[in-house]
């Protein structure tokens, strides 16, 4: 969720939207060497140290290397934070809702151009005209439930399970404009988004999510966590009204069963980065939408104010350096998460913290040390710009062009976790592959020529 409110409860903070001890339990996974491991958990570590937060945890994805995790920090007094722990994405959560809807879009049950007057029964605060793209994008002008009405009421009672649509009728605010007003993040509209899944699939959120989205995407560790059964542990979390690290108080003890049922559809999920990491990269690379609705998921309005600087169809627009990312962050009740994905060179991150505070920060320095790592041995320009690969999608041979190629030249193709499928050197200009053998998915194809090598997607398309 992305609200930033106080609860006058054990100074509770709830964000809708000290000391770190190094503990080195980074996974250097198949592809990723040493050196860039450790380049990365150094890079964690002096973040827990540099923002005064308890703990984190990372991930990166680097396709057709694998998946990098670190951690860094405590859950609390001395007891390490470690990466088979699973921590509150907050508002990430609406990433799911939004592909979901995209689904049902690709699926033709939905469109965009939806009213909620044609999809739900009418209801007190909703205008009945606002369309599901509106929703989307958060220009339905509702006013919201995450209100100081649904505070009182969740404190009152942090133990209540609320059923996420109950929430939303029982304290939604009158509308604060009309449909197609300018952005204003509503956790409200995806509270929507989530009962029209469920209408339309006559399925509760959750189910519908796992079946459609966590366990085709192998998101083993990725949970509902007040309503699905998890084995994994959960690190303490330090809220703060104020975002000062030094008033983070443990707020593990404080039931919180209401605080998450209630806002399932707009922040309920929690995870692992590894999991995120992943999630980001087959999202935004095309893996999971169709290429009109990841266009639409994509089409952003300028933002301004705040650590985005725009929004699309349940997608962030970043800028860091230049360099433009997509993904999501989230806060919530002192955790705080960031996923982010850069489509230059398809890498992802992820970055959970079990404290308050704007994760963004910390993912926009992990992946700007990524980028800065990988530039001479996975980017050349000059390569780059040399190399032709095609058809894409293929079914059958795939053509591999090296323009004015006069050296020996090594070509590797992986799958999306860094398993070499072929290998072979050449020195013509023209080479063909059979792609008979390789099974239907995405593959990385990767040229190097002495320090310098370059790698592009490929999809195989049996």
């Not at 060497?33 to 380049?39: P, Q, V, Y």
């Not at 001395?78 to 809807?101: H, R």
């Not at 059923?163 to 509503?186: I, Q, R």
């Not at 530039?375 to 894409?392: M, Q, S, V």
């Amino acid at each position: 969720m992305q609200i930033c409110k106080s609860l006058p409860y054990k100074k509770i903070a709830v964000f809708v939207f000290i000391f770190c001890q190094n503990t080195l339990t980074t996974q250097a996974q198949t592809g990723i060497d040493t050196a860039l491991a450790n380049t990365l958990q150094h890079s964690i570590d002096s973040m827990c140290t540099a923002y005064n937060v308890k703990g984190i945890s990372a991930a990166a994805f680097i396709p057709g290397k694998g998946v990098w995790k670190g951690v860094t920090g405590v859950t609390y007094g001395s007891v390490p934070i470690d990466t088979t722990m699973i921590l509150s994405i907050g508002s990430i959560t609406k990433t799911f809702i939004a592909a979901e809807i995209f689904n049902l879009i690709d699926a033709g049950m939905l469109s965009l151009s939806d009213t909620l007057g044609d999809l739900l029964p009418p209801m007190t605060n909703v205008n009945p005209a606002i369309t599901v793209e509106q929703l989307l994008s958060h220009t339905s002008g509702m006013g919201d439930f995450t209100n100081p009405t649904w505070q009182a009421a969740m404190i009152a009672d942090l133990t209540a399970f609320w059923y996420f649509p109950d929430a939303l009728v029982a304290f939604v605010d009158p509308p604060a404009g009309v449909p197609g007003s300018p952005f204003k993040y509503c956790n409200a509209n995806y509270s929507l988004l989530g009962m029209i899944i469920e209408a339309k699939m006559s399925d509760s959120l959750h189910r519908v999510l796992r079946t459609d989205l966590l366990t085709p995407n192998g998101l083993s560790n990725t949970y509902m966590e007040i309503i699905e059964p998890y084995p994994n542990p959960i690190p303490h979390n330090w809220t703060t009204p104020t975002l000062d690290p030094a008033l983070a108080s443990d707020a593990f003890a404080t039931p919180h069963e209401a605080l998450w049922s209630s806002a399932e559809a707009a922040g309920g999920y929690f995870s692992d980065p590894a999991d995120l990491a992943t999630w980001a990269y087959n999202l935004y690379s095309g893996n999971i939408l169709s290429a009109a609705s990841l266009s639409e998921m994509l089409s952003f309005t300028p933002v301004s104010g705040s650590f985005f600087n725009g929004y699309g169809r349940g997608a962030m627009r970043f800028n860091s350096g230049g360099r433009t990312y997509y993904g999501h962050g989230g806060n919530y009740f002192g955790y705080s998460a960031s996923m982010l994905y850069y489509p230059t060179d398809s890498i992802s991150v992820a970055v959970l913290i079990n404290q308050d505070c704007i994760a963004y920060y910390e993912a926009r320095i992990l992946m700007n040390t990524l980028i800065n790592k990988l530039t001479t041995k996975i980017r050349e320009p000059a390569l780059k710009n040399l190399l032709i690969i095609g058809p894409n999608p293929a079914d059958g041979e795939l053509t591999i062009r090296i323009s004015g190629n006069r050296e020996l030249l090594q070509i590797s193709i992986t799958d999306i976790t860094g398993k070499e499928m072929i290998n072979k050197s050449i020195t013509t200009t023209n080479t063909t592959i059979n792609t008979q053998d390789l099974g239907a998915g995405t593959y990385f194809v990767i040229v190097t020529n002495g320090d310098a090598s370059v790698s592009k997607q490929i999809v195989i398309a049996h």
